[in-house]
Structures are given as structure tokens and as C-alpha cells.
């Protein structure tokens, strides 16, 4: 309580003096000021246990990281080999940057994870030490804050981009995985006297929290990156190698001993045969062995035209690292239903891969109970998703409204009925079609198209990390109700 005070008197005083020569800084933003005038006048960081533990497994932190942090880390981590989590709970920033970036990596060296706990806060040179945490949480309601660097007359921005005073900090997030775009971010974020709060969408977006969620946009970036040269059938060998390597990673079963099951047809255009690959998984059901959902979502997109790449991150590698994800999620949490997780090729030269799955099928086609399609479902300006298929299939209406009424988006449904003017007919447009034409009940989620569909700018960078999550959420808690609760056919 007492500490409390005093910190405030300081800041008094700091307000009273900045007010005088400085008023235009004063009232830039109330948090970012209280940050920079609590630098000065705020405690070092200090580290301690609470209660009485036998297992000193979890060290709290708080204050200012100052040049005596990195011989403190490095005691902490000796004395203490079982710890396992460092909480920040106000680590506002940094006054020595360089015993900061030691200090952090002495923490990855030890495997530590980091957390900040309900109503923390952590800002600027607290976020770099945040981010050397091995796993990384934050709570609902704490506070993650960054800006630019500057000192004396230049800010980080006025240096080019390779010049070496942004070196030691691209270097720092290498080592911590974090994506660099993360740096570039920061300094556009706010200018070095301001703070800007992170929002969700941001933490999500740079990978600053580990989770499985970020595993998801981790795999939709890879899959939409220049590498991968936008995946066009014949030529995404890559994206082959990443979805299956992930399904070896999460043991999905194989139908003929392989992933991939090749097929050919006859492109449209030039009237000639090619191949295609679908990469094929399952996870056995632990009751309903013989009865399989399938989940799809088409892998390829429209590739390099004319010396542009499409990298598709919408089209679909959103609906691919969403399959991936959800191959991960039941391979861990066992269905009751068998569920078949299809990545399919040559959607975008008209279906070729579905149709080829269900005129193939490595099982009968009278087992499988729903086919569940995602095809573009990572952004929507109206925070809509649409569920395609209930006019056909209405058993399945009130399973969607159960699981959407806790949902955070606009769960619409229609593209279903071929009478209704008003909306385009999707019953056809992507691979829920040969399963519709095979009369497979089929639900499809699918956003309405977007300003960058089929263009080269249906980037990462474009798609809305919150959305796309909530969507996931939301065609993992319909499958799960599938699952438990499938409609007995009449
Ligand atoms: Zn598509």
C-alpha cells in the first residue's frame, strides 16, 4: 500500500514538470504516459515466490528490468532448476535493453513459460522478456503493450530497414520464433514516448501467445506464403509434404497404407489428362467404427499467373489449416464416429478431387453419415459465416443453432435453395458438390466472397485472425454435437 503511494507522489511530481516543457506529449495517450513517467520513478524488478510452496515452480515479477536483471534471472533460474513459469504482473519496460535480450534469452535457455495473470500489464522492453517464454498465456483482462524505440534525435523508423541498429532486435525474435513482421509492427504500433495495447486479433496474429490456435494461423501462413507459389495442382508438392507430415506427427490412420491418393483427369481447358492428389486421414471412432463423418476442404489454389503468385491464404488455405487443426484436435480427443480428414486437390479446375474421393471411396459410400466442407472461412467485414446445406439436410438446422448461440459471429444460413434469387446456389461450387450429387448430406461453411477472392492479394495479411478462430470454434463444437447427438434417420 505504502509502495502504491509514493509511486503516485512521483508521478505527480513527473506530471507537474513534463506539463510545463512538454504539453503536446502530455496527452498523447493517458496509458503510455503513466508508462514512461512510471519508468522513472517506478521500482527495478524484483522476483519472488508466493505462499509456501515445497516446489518453487512458478517466480513473480515486478518492476522496471534495469541493468542489475540479468545477474537476478540468472540466480533465480540457479536456485530454483524445477521452475517452470515466470508470471509478469507489472513489467512495464526496460531501461537497458541489452541486459534485457540477455536476460530473456537465459529464460528460453531454462524452458520457462511465461504468463501474465489477470489485470497485469507488461509494455515495451516487458513485452520482449514476455515473448522468451517457451509457452506464453496472457489473461482475458491483462495488458500487453508496444512501441517504437528512439533516442536523441532519431526514431527507429528513421533508420532503413537493414541499418544495424535494428539488427540485435530481428535477431532476438529469430531466436524466439517469433515471426519478424512482428518487429516492423511494433515501431509502426506507436511512436517511443506512446504505448499501443495489443488487441486480440494482433496477439493472435503474431504468434505473441502459444497456442493451438496459433499452430492454425501458424499453418494457414506457411500454406499461403510465396514458397509455397499458390499451390496449383501439378505443382504443390509443399503443401503436400506439410499436411501430411502433419498427419504422420498426429498418427491419423491411412486407407492403402498412404496419405496421398492420386487420380487424374481431364482439364477443361486444353482437353488434356493430369494429376491431382488427395491426402486422405482418419481417426477410427471409439463407437460408431463404421460410420464416418468426412471433413474437406480443397488444398490447391490458382497458382503463378502470368508471373504472379496467388497465395490463395483465404482459398483456401484457411479451410486446409483448419482441417489440420481439427485432424489434431480428435486425434487427441477420440470421436464416437469414425471421421475421415480429406485434403483435396484440383477443386479449383472443377472438383476434381472430390470427385474422384466419392467415385473412389476407400469405404462405402451408404457410411458416411455428413460430409463437412470448409472452403474460405478466415474473414468477413460483417463478422458473417455462412452454413450451407441446412435446406437441404433441416435434421441438421437445430444442431448448428445449438452450438452457434454461443458463437461470436453471425451464423447465416442459405446458398442452399435453388429457388431463392437472392443468393448464389453453393450446393455445387466447391467439394460438398459431388458429395450432394452422391445424395451424402453435406454441410458447407463458407464466408460470402471478398474484394481479394481470386485476386494475388488474398494474402495473410488480409485475413482476420478472430474471425477465422471464432469459425473453427464453431465448425469444431457442430462436429462434436454431430458426433455425440447424430440425427437418427427417420
Ligand atoms: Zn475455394
Avoid: C
Avoid at 526496460?94 to 507488461?122: C, F, H, W
Avoid at 494482433?202 to 510465396?226: P, R
Avoid at 483435396?344 to 466419392?358: I, N, P, R
Amino acid at each position: 500500500m505504502k509502495k502504491i503511494v509514493l509511486a503516485l507522489v512521483v508521478i505527480a511530481i513527473i506530471f507537474v514538470g513534463v506539463q510545463f516543457y512538454f504539453p503536446d506529449i502530455l496527452y498523447s495517450s493517458t496509458w503510455g504516459q503513466r508508462i514512461m513517467l512510471r519508468l522513472e520513478g517506478d521500482q527495478v524488478a524484483e522476483f519472488y515466490f508466493e505462499g509456501d510452496k515445497e516446489t518453487k515452480d512458478t517466480v513473480y515479477m515486478k518492476g522496471v528490468i534495469y541493468s542489475g536483471t540479468l545477474d537476478d534471472i540468472k540466480e533465480v533460474l540457479q536456485d530454483n532448476p524445477e521452475l517452470t513459469t515466470l508470471v509478469m504482473v507489472d513489467v512495464p519496460g526496460s531501461i537497458d535493453d541489452e541486459v534485457n535480450l540477455a536476460a530473456s534469452k537465459e529464460i528460453r535457455k531454462q524452458g520457462v513459460d511465461t504468463y501474465i495473470p489477470k489485470d497485469g500489464m507488461v509494455a515495451s522492453g516487458g513485452t520482449d522478456m514476455f515473448l522468451a517464454g517457451e509457452k506464453r498465456k496472457i489473461h482475458q483482462t491483462a495488458k500487453l503493450g508496444v512501441h517504437s524505440w528512439g533516442g536523441g534525435e532519431m526514431a527507429a523508423l528513421d533508420y532503413p530497414r537493414d541499418h544495424k541498429e535494428h539488427k540485435k532486435y530481428l535477431e532476438y525474435y529469430a531466436v524466439m520464433g517469433i515471426p519478424l513482421d512482428f518487429y516492423w509492427y511494433t515501431l509502426e504500433a506507436a511512436p517511443a514516448e506512446d504505448i499501443h495495447w495489443m488487441t486480440e486479433g494482433e496477439i493472435e496474429k503474431y504468434e505473441v501467445v502459444t497456442s493451438a490456435t496459433s499452430k492454425l494461423l501458424q499453418n494457414q501462413k506457411k500454406l499461403a506464403s510465396d514458397a509455397f507459389g499458390g499451390r496449383a495442382t501439378g505443382n504443390n508438392l509443399l503443401a503436400q509434404e506439410l499436411i501430411t507430415s502433419y498427419f504422420t506427427e498426429i498418427g491419423l490412420g491411412k486407407f492403402d497404407d498412404d496419405y496421398k491418393q492420386p487420380f487424374t483427369f481431364i482439364d477443361e481447358e486444353t482437353k488434356k489428362q493430369r494429376t491431382g492428389t488427395n491426402i486422405v486421414g482418419f481417426v477410427e471412432g471409439t463407437n460408431h467404427t463404421e460410420q464416418y463423418i468426412v471433413m474437406s476442404a480443397h488444398y490447391d489454389h490458382l497458382g503463378v499467373v502470368n508471373d504472379t503468385i496467388y497465395n490463395g491464404a483465404d482459398d483456401n488455405a484457411s479451410g486446409t489449416a483448419a482441417l489440420m487443426e481439427l485432424a489434431g484436435y480428435f486425434s487427441k480427443n477420440p470421436p464416437e464416429h469414425s471421421i475421415i480428414f480429406a485434403a483435396f486437390d484440383a477443386e479449383e479446375l472443377g472438383l476434381h478431387g472430390s470427385t474422384h474421393f466419392v467415385d473412389h471411396s476407400p469405404i462405402p459410400l451408404q457410411n458416411i453419415i455428413l460430409n463437412i466442407n470448409m472452403d474460405m472461412i478466415s474473414r468477413n467485414s460483417n463478422n458473417e459465416i455462412y452454413v450451407v446445406g441446412t435446406f437441404q439436410y433441416p435434421e441438421y438446422k437445430s444442431m448448428v443453432d445449438k452450438v452457434s448461440h454461443d458463437s461470436k459471429l453471425n451464423v447465416s444460413f442459405g446458398h442452399d435453395d435453388p429457388t431463392d434469387s437472392t443468393r448464389a446456389f453453393w450446393m455445387n461450387s466447391s467439394d460438398n458438390g459431388p458429395f450432394f450429387k452422391k445424395m451424402i448430406p453435406n454441410i458447407t461453411f463458407s464466408e460470402e466472397d471478398h474484394p481479394d477472392y481470386h485476386k494475388p492479394s488474398d494474402d495473410f495479411e488480409n485475413i482476420d485472425p478472430k474471425f477465422y478462430k471464432n469459425v473453427v470454434q464453431l465448425i469444431l463444437e457442430f462436429t462434436k454435437e454431430i458426433d455425440q447427438n447424430f440425427p437418427k434417420a427417420q
